[in-house]
């Protein structure tokens, strides 16, 4: 099965919510239906922060991965943060994550993106995948957040 990145737009919503739920559910993350789809409705729109992927065949996907954009001085310019990445269960372990970070990573290149940061738990098997594909702790730093 192929891990065929599908740009989204305001049409995939109805398949993106249910998958971004069960994201949710997963990991812990509290959110509900209003807040999904509020922030879920800009990128599909076209927004310049960010895009939404379906993740295999278009009609039947996978999994959906979210990618927003930002300024460093740091990396020299326009940067990049994955910020979710989901693969149905019953399909994980084929390698289709990887896949799909990989043809991220090719699209993001000659876009002008400089780099690209993502969150892993620490001893997980994505921290293991993406360190496979040559991501690095930033080393003394952590990722802190203040909701606003």
Do not use: K, N, Q
């Not at 999994?63 to 269960?89: C, K, N, Q």
């Not at 390698?95 to 993001?108: F, K, S």
């Amino acid at each position: 099965m192929s891990a065929r990145l599908h740009l989204c737009g305001a049409d995939a919503l109805e398949r993106l919510e249910p998958m971004v739920a069960a994201f949710h559910a997963e990991t812990g993350l509290a959110s509900d239906a209003e807040h999904r789809r509020a922030a879920l409705a800009p990128l599909l729109d076209g927004s310049p922060y960010g895009a939404v992927y379906l993740i295999g065949p278009e009609r039947a996907p996978v999994g959906y991965l979210v990618v927003t954009f930002s300024w460093s001085l740091v990396f020299g310019g326009m940067d990049a943060t994955l910020d979710e990445l989901w693969i149905r269960p019953a399909v994980r372990g084929r390698g289709m994550a990887r896949e799909a970070l990989e043809a991220l990573i090719r699209g993001l290149r000659p876009a002008g993106i400089t780099a690209i940061s993502l969150e892993a738990a620490r001893g997980s098997s994505a921290e293991a995948l993406h360190a496979r594909l040559g991501f690095e702790p930033r080393t003394g730093l952590g990722l802190m957040s203040r909701r606003l």
